[in-house]
Structure formats: C-alpha cells, structure tokens
C-alpha cells in the first residue's frame, strides 16, 4: 500500500529509476563478464606493469623454460603477459587439433627478428595476401624443386668429408661450427646459386649473419643495446651487407639468359612480389632460417649418434643396404626409414624448435575457455614433444619411438616439429629433411664419430635450440 502522498506521477518517475538501474546493473555486469573472460583463463599475472612476464622468461633461463615450468603449474592452457599484451600458451596435441586451421601469425612474437629479415618477409604476411604469397612460395620447395637442391648437398657434405679425411684420426671437430657452416653453404648455393660458391664471400656472409643474429638473441633475453654502446651501428652496417649481396646476386640472376642449375631465387622471383625490397626480404628468410636450424638439428643429430653406438651402426647398416657405395638422390629417400626415425627423434629430443604462434581474428573457444580475438597464441611445441604422459622416459634418445606402430599409436599433432597450423608449416620441411639424410649417408658411410670424453653438453632454448658450447668429436674412417 502506497502512502496517499506518492502521486501517480512520483509513481512512474520511481519505476523509471529502478528498471533505469536494473539495466544499468545488467550491462555492468555483461561488460564485467566480457571484461573478465581473459583474466578468467588460468596462467600467471604479470609481475611488472610495462614488461608483463619478460623478467620471469630471464629467470627461467628462456621462454621455453618459462613455458615449461608455465604449463606444469596452470596445465595444458595458461596464459601470460607478454609485456602489457596477454598471450594464450597451448601445450597438448588435442588443442593443436583445435587451432590447425588458424594461418594468421602474431608480429608481436616475432617483431624482434624484422630488422634482420625485414618487414616484408612471409613471417609477416597474414590474411589473403599472405595465403597468396605462401601458396607462390611454396612451389620453391615442392617435392621436384628439392629434388634439384641434392647436387648442391653432395657437394658440400663431401667437401666436409674430404676435410675429415686430411685430418689426423684424433684431432678435435668443432661440431657445431662445422654443421652451421656446411648448412650455410648449402642453403647459400640452393638458394642464391652460384653466386655463393666464392669461399671468400660466404666466409663474410657467415660473419655478418652471426654479428647480426648475436645481437637478436641478446634482444630476446632482455639484454637490449643502449645510446652509445655501438651494438645497432654494427647491427646496421652487417644487415646491410647482407642485404647489397643479396640484391646484387637478384640483378645478376635476372640477367642470365641461359641458367644451368634451378634455384629457390628462380622460384622467388617467379612469384611476382612487388618489389626487389621484397624479394630480397624473402631471400633472406630462407637463407637464415635454412642453415640455422638444419645446422643445429645436424649438430644434435650427430651428438646423439655419437652417444648412442648401436643407433649410430644401425644406420650405417641402413645406408649401406639402400645405397651401397652410390650417391643418395630423392627417389630413394623415401626408402631410408631408419634415417626418418633418427632425424624425427632428433628434433623431438632436442627441442629443435621450441614454439611457434597464430591467433585468430574472432573469439576463439578452447575447451571451456574463451581465447580474446586478436590474442596471440603460442604452440607449446616443445613442451609437447617433451610430455612424459606421450613420450615415457623423455629425455631419452631413442629412435624407435618414430617406428610405424609407434607412431599410429599417438595423436597425429603430438609430433609437429615444423608447425602446423594453417598451412603455415615451415616450407622448407623437405629442404631440410633431404640435407639431413644427404650429409648424414656421406659421413657416416665414411666415418665412426665419436664424443671427445669430459663433456657436458648443455642445450641453450632459443628460437632454435642450440648446444650451449661447442660439441667436440673425433672420428675414425671406416
């Protein structure tokens, strides 16, 4: 019963407030909720308002590291801040399943690298657009286009060999140098032609890559250069070396009228991009991102058969079988099954390349939570590739594990050491697969490696994971 006072009138302006307030209330709270669908994923705060979780990656040692201790705390999907941006960690084959199709790759985790393989390289290139270039640049490393890249990994493996070979049985081999540097020079000639047979010239190339890529990894850690210190005039002046041989080596190219040998560089410029800025950007994606993580998985690969005997004769056995004392070509590759297994087990056991990244333009659910659209997404593909629940005894070095029946017996995403997602896996899979099996028939048919005793061989995860100081080996001919 209202008092006799209160008026039709006072009667409607009080309704008014209350359902004014009941939606005021309603909207609050359906912005609350939408506001908090990001902090209800689980995952870490971040520890500092302006570098977010930069200084936990430190601690950690690196951001696989970080991911690692990440995952084993919040579980398969856990989130973190990467400076003031939240970024969405996935580490399990069944949420890879769920995001394959995603193409779009997050510049904010990759940005560091730009100035070194500039703005316009395929690692930027998302949308339409950058289907389009991915789908023109994958024809360089079809199946018949790696097929001639074989004579360029013979020769410089036997060029390898032959260098063994001079050498007293038990001198010291600088494994790692040695794997990088072969890599180089045999991305260098199937990239960029003969161009780089000059030794003199790869020889600068090589220096200038490493005072650049230096300065990249200490941008990752945190250690970033200051006013005066000379770290980004050094990093400017060896960037663009690279950058004047490589647009040098295009308008040499495009004035051959009778090409002998087929190139990456043919296929590049075949592409139509816009303009040699462009050209020159892919070019040296290809070229940097070859030969570092080739060389690397070449280094492991040959460490772990130098730790493993049995492993390192039973392949021998298998290239003696398949090859006897011929040169490997592409058709039978595929008849090196043991090779396969050794390479996949390298690259899982070493954690060869520890992430990648995608997100989508649209809310994206995963399991019961809602990943913002435009967050970017991290592949935990090394947390994956090292989950005791898949891989029992992970650490392990054991090839067997990449046999036919293991390998029906698992998710088909638990193992995806190139990527996945999107068709964005790394083009160069086969490029790299056929350099492994190539360098590995000519060495191993030649020589027994063995590790110089007194080591402790340490990896270092950064975007391609690396022995922390040099491997030393010696080997004996056969």
């Known amino acids: 019963m209202l008092p006799s006072h209160f008026s039709v009138l006072n009667f409607g302006i009080f309704a008014c407030v209350v359902i004014f307030a009941l939606l005021l209330a309603l909207f609050f709270l359906v912005d609350f909720n939408a506001k908090t669908r990001s902090s ?29 201790n990440l995952h084993d705390e919040y579980g398969p999907l856990a989130s973190f801040w990467w400076g003031t941006n939240l970024v969405v ?30 703005e316009k390289s395929i690692q ?33 493996a036997n060029e390898l060999s032959d260098k063994w070979a001079s050498q007293p049985s038990e001198q010291h081999i600088a494994l790692s140098q040695h794997m990088v540097a072969l890599s180089m020079k045999a991305v260098a000639l199937s990239t960029l032609g003969n161009g780089m047979r000059d030794e003199k010239h790869l020889l600068e190339m090589s220096r200038a890559y490493h005072v650049c890529w230096q300065e990249e990894e200490n ?14 005039e050094r990093f400017n002046k060896n960037r663009d070396y690279m950058r004047d041989v490589v647009k040098d080596i295009i308008r040499k190219r495009r004035g051959q009228k009778n090409k002998e040998d087929h190139i990456l560089l043919d296929s590049l410029m075949d592409a139509d991009f816009v ?24 280094a492991w690969c040959l460490y772990f058969l130098a730790t493993h005997e049995e492993v390192q004769e039973k392949l021998y056995q298998e290239f003696v079988d398949v090859l006897g004392e011929e040169t490997i070509t592409a058709q039978v ?45 991290i592949t935990a593909i090394g947390v994956v590739h090292k989950d005791e629940k898949i ?20 998710h088909p995403m638990a193992f995806q050491p190139f990527g996945f997602a999107g068709k964005r896996k790394c083009p ?51």
């Not at 209800?40 to 990656?57: S, W």
């Not at 949420?95 to 904010?108: G, H, Q, S, T, Y």
């Not at 941008?219 to 770290?231: A, I």
């Not at 067997?400 to 017996?409: I, L, M, Q």
Request: net charge negative; aromatic share 10%.
């Open 40 to 68: 209800n994923l689980p995952g870490i705060d971040a520890t500092d308002p302006d570098k977010g979780n930069f200084e936990d990656m430190q601690d950690a040692g690196s951001l696989h590291e970080f991911l690692v």
């Open 89 to 118: 960690s996935l580490a399990s084959p069944e949420m890879f399943d769920e995001i394959k199709a995603l193409f779009d790759r997050p510049k904010l985790l990759f940005e560091a690298f730009s100035g070194l393989i500039g």
């Open 124 to 156: 930027y290139a998302n949308g339409a657009e950058g289907r389009k270039r991915r789908h023109l640049i994958d024809e360089g490393f079809s199946h018949k286009a790696v097929a001639y890249y074989y004579d360029h990994f013979v020769k410089v």
């Open 219 to 232: 941008t990752l850690k945190g250690n970033l250069p200051e006013e005066g210190d000379g770290r980004m």
């Open 275 to 298: 303009d040699d800025d462009e050209l020159v950007d892919q070019s040296l994606t290809f070229l940097i991102g070859g030969f570092h993580t080739t060389g690397n998985t070449l």
């Open 333 to 377: 590759l595929t008849q090196l099954q043991y090779c396969k297994q050794v390479t996949d087990e390298t690259m899982r056991c070493s954690v060869a390349a520890p992430w990648a990244g995608r997100y989508a333009d649209h809310d994206l659910q995963i399991g019961e939570h809602i990943i913002p659209k435009n967050t970017p997404i």
């Open 391 to 410: 891989w029992p005894d992970p650490d392990k070095f054991d090839p067997e594990r990449f046999s036919d029946k293991e390998v029906k017996n698992r």
């Open 428 to 478: 160069g899979y086969r490029f790299s697969n056929a350099e492994i099996a190539v360098v590995l028939s000519v060495l191993l048919r030649r020589f027994k490696i063995h590790l110089v005793d007194g080591q402790v061989v340490e990896p270092e995860y950064t975007l391609v994971t690396q022995p922390k100081e040099e491997i030393w080996i010696t080997v004996t001919k056969r």
